[in-house]
Every structure is written in structure tokens, then in C-alpha cells.
């Protein structure tokens, strides 16, 4: 992969395993460091296990740092910003990969479990940007939005978070901020790679924006279209095609402008 984050640094949550994982590995391949923020919880949001994302940064050698606290309070969320800054001299990419899954209908869904949802998955990317905002400019801001739409908290917070993508990038458009949230499919490099693609001094133009993996194809999903085939299978993607594609979606539905 070619050096087009070189210089760039990213802040990604839920990097020690996973998706999250790949996606740090990708941009730090595309020439960017970064802090792996991983506390190191299961997938319900339970326990912890420092050694998570120290043993992906150890992995990823000097370029890499981790932050192995847990982000869901605006305390912690300012000083995962802080140690990027402190690490690396600056902020230029966030990804809020970070998300937890507990599975209930709505008339079974303890009191609890839907706040723990909520704050993890919607509350902790809002603290994220608000910490991060106001050291970046010029950067980049990626959501993924996990899966389990079937599922009454998840889907709450997933909805929740396309929103507040929406909300941030007209917002923070004035200080050269892009906001864009993207929802995996089962490919977890083309995922990262489409989230290279969009960190790309490249993507500038490129804002407020849900892209979405449907069976190895990947749309951008809208408001007021249901959504747009962007190219095809997974295996084919390559960030200079994906820009290229977004550009031509742009151009044949919102004439580039915010959704």
C-alpha cells in the first residue's frame, strides 16, 4: 500500500482485535501512526485485558502506542486525544471502531443492558469527536457502525450514530474536518481499506457520508435514495477506486454537497 497517510496521525477505538484491528494495521501500512485504544473488554462490554492493545502496538512497533483505559467517559475520551498529541505531535484521523452486543428484544431488554449500549456504541464516538475536534483540523473522522441491527439497542445507537455523523460533518466542515461513517461487511480489509480511502487527503471533498458492505458490494446509502452501488466485490477494492467511485456517486445525486 502506497505511503498516502504519511505524516498523519490516527486515533483508533476497539483496535486491539477485530475489525478495529485491521484498520489500524491498514493505516499504519499507508504511513500513519497511531494509538490502538482498546481496554480490552469482551463482547458484551465486560471485563478487561490491558494486554490486548499493548501487545498490537508492541506488534506494530514504534509507530504504534496504546491506550489501554476504557474511553466510555469524556475524562478518558480527552486523554486518549491527549496521548496522540503527546505521542505523535498531533490528531489527524479518529476512528470510532469501539462497539458491544447484548442481545435482547425490546420487552427483555433489562434497563442496564440498553444503557450500556448506548453509551458505548453512540455516547463514547460523541465524546471522542468533541475531545478530538477540538484538536484537529483539516482531519479525518471515520464511525463504523457495528452490526446487530436486529438487535433493540444496537439498532438504537446504530441509528443514533448515522445521525450524529450527519450532525458533525456540516458542523465540523469549517475547520477542514470529514465525517464519515462506514458499516463493514464480511470483508474486514475491505473495510479498512475503504477507511484508508477516506482519510486520503484525497477524500477532502468527501463528507457526512454512510457507506455500506451488502454482500461484498459496497453502496452509499442516503436519505432520500436507498442507495447507490458503488463497485462490486470486496476483493476488488483499492482506495484509488472506491474515491473515484464516491466522486462519480457525488456528482450523480448530491452534486457533492452534505446529504
Same mark, same amino acid.
Request: aromatic fraction near 4%.
Given at each position: 500500500?502506497?505511503?498516502?497517510?504519511?505524516?498523519? %496521525?490516527?486515533?483508533?477505538?476497539?483496535?486491539?482485535?477485530?475489525?478495529?484491528?485491521? *484498520?489500524?494495521?491498514?493505516? *499504519?501500512?499507508?504511513?500513519?501512526?497511531?494509538?490502538?485504544?482498546?481496554?480490552?473488554?469482551?463482547?458484551?462490554?465486560?471485563?478487561?485485558?490491558?494486554? =490486548?492493545?499493548?501487545?498490537?502496538?508492541?506488534? /506494530?512497533?514504534?509507530?504504534?502506542?496504546?491506550?489501554?483505559?476504557?474511553?466510555?467517559?469524556?475524562?478518558?475520551?480527552?486523554?486518549?486525544?491527549?496521548?496522540?498529541?503527546?505521542?505523535?505531535?498531533?490528531?489527524?484521523?479518529?476512528?470510532?471502531?469501539?462497539?458491544?452486543?447484548?442481545?435482547?428484544?425490546?420487552?427483555?431488554?433489562?434497563?442496564?443492558?440498553?444503557?450500556?449500549? +448506548?453509551?458505548?456504541? #453512540?455516547?463514547?464516538?460523541?465524546?471522542? #469527536?468533541?475531545?478530538?475536534?477540538?484538536? #484537529?483540523?483539516?482531519?479525518? +473522522?471515520?464511525?463504523?457502525?457495528?452490526?446487530?441491527?436486529?438487535? %433493540?439497542?444496537?439498532?438504537?445507537?446504530?441509528?443514533?450514530? +448515522?445521525?450524529?455523523?450527519?450532525?458533525?460533518?456540516?458542523?465540523?466542515?469549517?475547520?477542514? *474536518?470529514?465525517?464519515?461513517?462506514?458499516?463493514? !461487511?464480511?470483508? !474486514? #480489509?475491505?473495510?479498512?481499506?475503504?477507511?484508508?480511502?477516506?482519510?486520503?487527503?484525497?477524500?477532502?471533498?468527501?463528507?457526512?457520508?454512510?457507506?455500506?458492505?451488502?454482500?461484498?458490494? =459496497?453502496?452509499?446509502?442516503?436519505?432520500?435514495?436507498?442507495?447507490?452501488?458503488?463497485?462490486?466485490?470486496?476483493?476488488? +477494492?483499492?482506495?484509488?477506486? /472506491?474515491?473515484?467511485?464516491?466522486?462519480?456517486?457525488?456528482?450523480?445525486?448530491?452534486?457533492?454537497? =452534505?446529504?
Amino acid at each position: 500500500m502506497s505511503a498516502v497517510l504519511h505524516g498523519r %496521525v490516527a486515533l483508533v477505538t476497539g483496535g486491539g482485535r477485530g475489525v478495529g484491528r485491521t *484498520i489500524a494495521e491498514a493505516l *499504519i501500512a499507508a504511513g500513519a501512526r497511531a494509538v490502538i485504544a482498546d481496554s480490552g473488554t469482551d463482547d458484551e462490554g465486560n471485563g478487561a485485558d490491558p494486554s =490486548l492493545a499493548a501487545g498490537v502496538a508492541k506488534a /506494530l512497533g514504534d509507530r504504534a502506542v496504546a491506550f489501554t483505559d476504557s474511553v466510555n467517559a469524556p475524562g478518558a475520551a480527552k486523554a486518549a486525544v491527549d496521548l496522540a498529541v503527546r505521542s505523535f505531535g498531533s490528531l489527524d484521523i479518529l476512528v470510532n471502531g469501539a462497539a458491544i452486543h447484548r442481545d435482547a428484544p425490546v420487552l427483555a431488554t433489562d434497563a442496564r443492558d440498553w444503557e450500556a449500549v +448506548i453509551r458505548a456504541n #453512540m455516547s463514547t464516538p460523541f465524546y471522542l #469527536m468533541a475531545a478530538a475536534g477540538t484538536r #484537529m483540523r483539516n482531519a479525518s +473522522i471515520v464511525n463504523v457502525v457495528p452490526a446487530g441491527q436486529d438487535q %433493540v439497542a444496537a439498532a438504537a445507537a446504530c441509528a443514533g450514530l +448515522i445521525g450524529l455523523t450527519r450532525a458533525a460533518a456540516r458542523e465540523l466542515a469549517a475547520r477542514g *474536518i470529514t465525517v464519515n461513517a462506514v458499516a463493514p !461487511g464480511e470483508s !474486514g #480489509m475491505a473495510s479498512a481499506l475503504l477507511v484508508v480511502a477516506l482519510c486520503s487527503p484525497a477524500a477532502a471533498g468527501i463528507t457526512g457520508r454512510l457507506l455500506a458492505f451488502r454482500d461484498r458490494e =459496497l453502496f452509499l446509502i442516503g436519505q432520500s435514495y436507498p442507495g447507490t452501488r458503488l463497485v462490486g466485490s470486496s476483493d476488488e +477494492i483499492t482506495p484509488a477506486l /472506491l474515491l473515484a467511485a464516491l466522486e462519480r456517486a457525488d456528482a450523480a445525486t448530491t452534486e457533492g454537497g =452534505l446529504p
